[in-house]
């Protein structure tokens, strides 16, 4: 314990010494820098008309927050296609109205379905941090054609998962077109949002993407070696006079849903089901929320892209339930992705300790209060219970999570975790633990202009099973990123008996050192735009063996001004088995048990610009595996039919060549999918996943009407077949309907 202690204390004092920085900075470099941008809210009395145009009074007497700044293909000029942003307020709504200067009027929108993704649309999006704490931010966005998305983001915006725009929310937002220009016009309820009554000041940004111009820009000046969603860069939005109280925000989701379904592989009839629930949320304070669940229902999440694994371990999906995305990253963000201390699609799913195979395990109604307790301190509670099962031994369980995040310094802070799983039925399960606890600290750092970030922790597991030893997992990161090199540390240590049953925990038993660097050159060349090698090592040890594994990679990347990607990869592992392994999943044959081997193999990535008519991506590559050799391309192509959807086949083939006895083994898993939209409200998603090495056809069509704000009616139609003779194994049918009722 005195070296974790020595740990917490190294990066707290890291944290302490970097927060100097904050007087440092570069002018218009970051959120914490008094010269940064500041933008005026205006008081109106008088309720805007969300049309397009901005023709109120209070247009008129707003001063605009413009001189927006590239971010792509440089970040050190002015944008040559500006754009002007106008902000108002009233008692119930904060109206934002943006005017998109543009070279023409061919934009590119890829869909009319709500929820775009930004990259591959023109579109305008506003980034409210609303605590100025640097860390969570509300998003809110539009395209030329008028589709919305809104979306939340955690942990600063450092990377892709910081992003989650699985969430959803009532809001108003229309969009006109005019020669040269775009007006998009937004009224977003104060209730729909979390902040602090009587405040004067947020956080914002906004960016922009504009194909037409060739041109990523935003208001605050962000380098291109971070991300551009970075709450680290943010200017100031000042409120005319304080926020008002946001008012009563009681909300009802109820559903009802039917489905007929046939098992054929078990020669079932058809079988029909009806259910009925909803979801809730309740404004507990204006940083508070509390939803509930009652019996939930997910038919309608899409189901997940299908992989090929041919590693040793499980494979990590995202969570897409509603239910529990708000401030997810309050519960879910401890620890490493590879050892998580909570992980939520543990719940509602549990593993058949006999077969090794998922089985549904219903949630009968859950709470979850989350959120600002006030402008240091996140708190989070969640209780779910879950439906007991005897015909598989499964009780039912109880599930409670504690978290608690207090701010230190400028965007660092310190977060402490508790979950409970917990068995509650009247029969004693053979298969399953009464209880499984776990209880935990991470420290995250992130200085003012995130040059430094990082986190450590630790965790220990409190289980049923007291043979257990070491039942702790531990873990350090630590990187400095500046304009032209990144330098990262990161190491980690899972004893045997860090028994997480409610969290991801790829393997244990091990201690990894990661470290990577990163160089950025960005030369005088119109058509390149940035360029450099990245070196990234792992290397694992196993107590009483010593290495048990090791992956060195060297890659090359480079960004074009195109919007094209290249990367050359060289890549050099070493495993050692301790159980024997097929990694075909397919063959009678396995790789005998205390064996090891190294091996090298090498790849090439390619993509075009994903705003063109057609775009592709394809990922050869080759080399040694194992005692043989494999060889693969991975990839996927769409076609793109503006603004009404597109056909896009994603690809991975692998033919795998090991030594005598094992065969030649092909392996394929090919997507093809089809996105249409009829309307802003009327939405068709249909694909196939044809994965040789799960043995199975997979269509999955869902049909969505949004026939008013947030509330939807779904057609999901499912089936699954063998690839040998199409011979249906399952079959189904789920109409769902929901309705979101404002009290």
Request: hydrophobic residues 35%; glycine residues 6%.
């Amino acid at each position: 314990m005195r070296f974790f202690s020595l740990v917490f204390f190294f990066v707290a004092m890291i944290g302490s010494s970097l927060v100097a920085q904050d007087e440092s900075m570069s002018p218009g470099s970051g959120y914490y820098n008094s010269s940064a941008p500041s933008a005026s809210v205006a008081y109106t009395a008088t309720p805007v008309v969300v049309d397009g145009e901005l023709n109120e009074d209070c247009w008129q007497r707003s001063q605009p927050a413009k001189d927006f700044w590239q971010y792509f293909p440089t970040d050190t000029a002015l944008a040559q296609v500006q754009t002007e942003l106008y902000f108002a307020f009233d008692d119930r709504n904060l109206y934002v109205g943006a005017k998109c200067y543009s070279l023409g009027d061919n934009y590119v929108v890829e869909s009319l379905k709500r929820d775009f993704r930004a990259f591959g649309n023109d579109n305008i999006t506003l980034v409210f941090d609303t605590f100025k704490d640097g860390t969570n931010a509300f998003v809110f966005g539009a395209t030329p054609e008028g589709v919305l998305r809104e979306a939340l983001i955690s942990n600063g915006g450092q990377d892709r998962e910081d992003f989650s725009e699985s969430w959803d929310n009532a809001w108003e937002g229309e969009v006109k077109t005019y020669p040269g220009y775009w007006i998009a016009e937004f009224a977003i309820p104060l209730k729909t949002i979390r902040y602090k009554e009587g405040s004067t000041d947020w956080g914002f940004n906004c960016y922009r993407f504009d194909f037409q111009g060739n041109e990523r820009s935003t208001w605050i000046r962000i380098p291109q070696n971070q991300m551009i969603m970075s709450l680290a860069y943010t200017g100031n939005l000042h409120f005319e006079r304080p926020l008002p109280k946001a008012g009563k925000n009681f909300v009802v989701i109820p559903y009802l849903s039917g489905d007929v379904s046939r098992n054929y592989e078990d020669g079932e009839d058809w079988t029909s089901n009806g259910n009925f629930g909803g979801d809730a949320k309740v404004a507990i304070s204006s940083g508070l929320n509390l939803d509930l669940t009652v019996n939930p229902d997910f038919s309608q999440v899409e189901v997940d892209r299908q992989v090929t694994n041919l590693t040793r371990f499980e494979i990590r999906f995202p969570e897409r339930r509603q239910f529990f995305i708000e401030n997810a990253d309050l519960f879910g963000r401890f620890g490493f992705d590879d050892a998580n201390p909570f992980f939520s699609r543990r719940i509602g799913i549990a593993k058949d300790t006999t077969t090794d195979e998922n089985i549904q395990n219903p949630i009968l109604f859950g709470a979850r209060l989350s959120g600002k307790v006030n402008d240091n301190w996140r708190l989070g509670l969640l209780n779910i219970l879950t439906q007991n099962d005897r015909q598989n031994d499964l009780p039912a369980f109880n599930y409670t999570v504690a978290a608690l995040q207090r701010k230190v310094f400028a965007r660092s802070n310190v977060g402490f975790i508790f979950v409970n799983k917990q068995s509650i039925s009247d029969f004693d399960s053979e298969t399953y633990d009464d209880f499984n606890r776990v209880v935990g600290v991470d420290y995250n750092l992130a200085t003012p202009d995130n040059s430094w970030t990082g986190k450590t922790f630790y965790h220990r597991a409190i289980t049923a099973d007291e043979s257990l030893s070491d039942k702790y997992s531990h873990g350090f990161d630590l990187g400095y990123r500046n304009r032209n090199f990144e330098l990262r540390w990161i190491h980690q240590l899972v004893g045997e008996g860090f028994d997480a049953q409610v969290g991801f925990v790829r393997r244990k038993d091990f201690f990894r050192i990661r470290p990577q660097a990163q160089l950025f050159f960005y030369p005088d060349n119109p058509k390149l735009v940035r360029h450099g090698p990245r070196l990234r090592t792992e290397v694992l040890y196993t107590p009483g063996h010593g290495r048990s594994d090791h992956n060195i990679e060297l890659e090359w990347q480079f960004q074009f001004l195109n919007q094209s990607r290249l990367e050359l990869r060289a890549t050099n592992e070493y495993i050692y088995l301790f159980d024997a392994f097929d990694p075909t999943r397919q063959d009678d044959h396995e790789l005998p048990a205390e064996t090891d081997y190294s091996f090298t193999y090498f790849g090439v990535q390619y993509s075009t610009d994903r705003s063109k008519p057609f775009s592709l991506m394809v990922e050869p590559n080759g080399g040694q595996f194992f005692n043989g050799h494999r060889y693969g391309v991975r990839g996927s192509f769409t076609m793109r039919f503006q603004p009404y959807g597109n056909i896009s086949l994603s690809y991975n083939y692998n033919r795998i060549l090991l030594a005598d006895p094992f065969e030649v083994a092909n392996l394929y898993l090919i997507g093809p999918r089809l996105d249409l939209t009829f309307s802003r409200s009327l939405f068709l998603t249909t694909f196939i996943q044809y994965n040789s090495q799960a043995d199975n056809i997979n269509i999955n069509a869902r049909l969505q009407w949004r026939f008013a704000p947030v509330s939807d009616f779904f057609l999901v139609y499912t089936d699954n077949y063998l690839p040998e003779d199409l011979s249906v194994k399952n079959r189904a049918i789920v109409a769902k309907l929901t309705y979101w009722l404002n009290l």
